[in-house]
């Protein structure tokens, strides 16, 4: 239950358990959070035993019900499996087990595979074998993980595109989608590979493809223990990521200079005389990550002068984009899973193009499908809204653009060292913005009956905007919306009547001050309508004041790394404004912490 409680954040609609013991099988399932599971065994306890298997659920086929929950039985009860990812081809399968007199009982596509490993190892008498030729058979994505009476010590999982890890300990093992879920057990830990299946006995661990053939494994040590997933004493894992932020981002620079003063990613194994050839950046990735390349491309194409796209990955790969080996494409994912990030990366690779990942999850399936990755040292982020995950791939977009600028000479060694050094001090700012947001908090809790907010920004501001409306729309469940302030005369101002909250991210005064004055026109234009404006300004920008009805400062910054302090606000504003609302912050409805399926 402690290791379903550490992956709870993966899907909590319904959970369940199945256990070994008494020369049997013995299961529970339970729609809604895992309380409800706990709930369930303590009325009515399973038999004890020390091998079973356990699930938390985000459905896919089916609702959340009781009988749509994982495990999924056999009509023996003989064997039980857990699932993550979909089976594409469960209809035909399904109806071919119907045939065959099987009862299937549940709406789900997992349940074909509790009917066809029972099937199999009646042939077999051995549930990795069975395993092997069930996965065979299957389409789709996939992590199953099964165990049958007939072999009461063993485990067996399986994965295709879909996570699964290996934890081992002294006289015990774990498998897992996270490597959370065993952390408090053991910090060693087995990469699976795609197409393999994994075999857990008292006495070791064996790993075969879906052919048979024994596989490699690299085994790789956990570098952070069982605290780092705790709360800590904060009521919400996003309360305790937001605070984190400051050491996540001087976390990300560590070690990045050597002793010549010049940048090195030692991660990025792209060979210098390949990135000197790249003549055009693509960036992918989703949701949070997505802002991230948003504002990450200003940097690449300021500092290098390369073009960069950035794409929503779960279009890129439909749009048949234009790609070759001269071109970079970044996959941007905080947990390395993200099925969309994913299948855009291969997309590229079969193209011809270099991928480089930037990750926060060691050994996931993003970094190890890339040609090289650059890691962010965020530590484990639990809360499904992202946040300390965002600013340090913010740090490593940065880190990627000044390399590439190092590499191809259009940086010279004393600019980076320049803007390296700014980055340092961002650690700094933003613990002065974290210890400022008393007055945020407010602001929060009393507009927690409206319905809409706006965001406008411009120029990286734009994406901070967009990333403001993405939190409270997760969170809070408001209608929100980001705008670049630029297109509010082309129709968004239309929506500003009276009391409506704007949340305006102002560009810095100084370097860029042409768009300063063109925002500060913005949001006079806005008031003028109505609009009740939450101006967030650099310190010391006076200009702003006469036409802010809440004014939140934050610490003079370069512009281009502005995003790293002016996203913070947002972050603590939407946590609040979803508080008032009475809403799980850490658990927002119908979302999971880690999108696995398409
Ligand atoms: O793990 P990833 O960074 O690939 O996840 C991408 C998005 O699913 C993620 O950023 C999502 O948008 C967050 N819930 C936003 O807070």
Redesign the pocket.
Known sequence: MAGLRRLEYRGYDSAGVAVLADGGLAAARKAGKLVNLEKELAARPLPSGTTGIGHTRWATHGGPTDANAHPHLDNAGQVAVVHNGIIENFAGLRAELAERGHELRSETDTEVVAHLLAEEFSATADLAEAMRLVCRRLEGAFTLVAAHAGEPDVVVGARRNSPLVVGVGEGEAFLASDVAAFIAHTRSAIELGQDQVVELRRDGVTVTGFDGRPAEVRSYHVDWDASAAEKGGYDYFMLKEIAEQPKAVADTLLGRIDASGALTLDEVRIPASELREVDKVVIV??????HAGLIAKYAIEHWTRIPCEVEL?SEFRYRDPILDSRSLVIA???????MD?LMALRHAREQGSKVLAIC??NGST?PRESDAVLYTHAGPEVA????K??LT?LVACYLVALYLGQVRGTKWGDEIRAVVRDLAQISGAVERVLETMGPVRELARSLADKDTVLFLGRHVGYPVALEGA??LK?LAYMHAEGFAAGELKHGPIALIEEDLPVVVVVPSPRGRSVLHDKIVSNIQEIRARGARTIVIAEEGDETVVPYADHLVRIPVTPVLLSPLVATVPLQVFACELATARGNEVDQPRN?A???TVE
């Open positions: 990735a989703c949701g949070t990550a997505f990955a941007i994912s905080q947990s390395g899973e993200t990030t926060n999850t993003i499904v809204a992202s946040t995950a965002f791939q993405l939190k997760e979302l912490k880690s999108v």
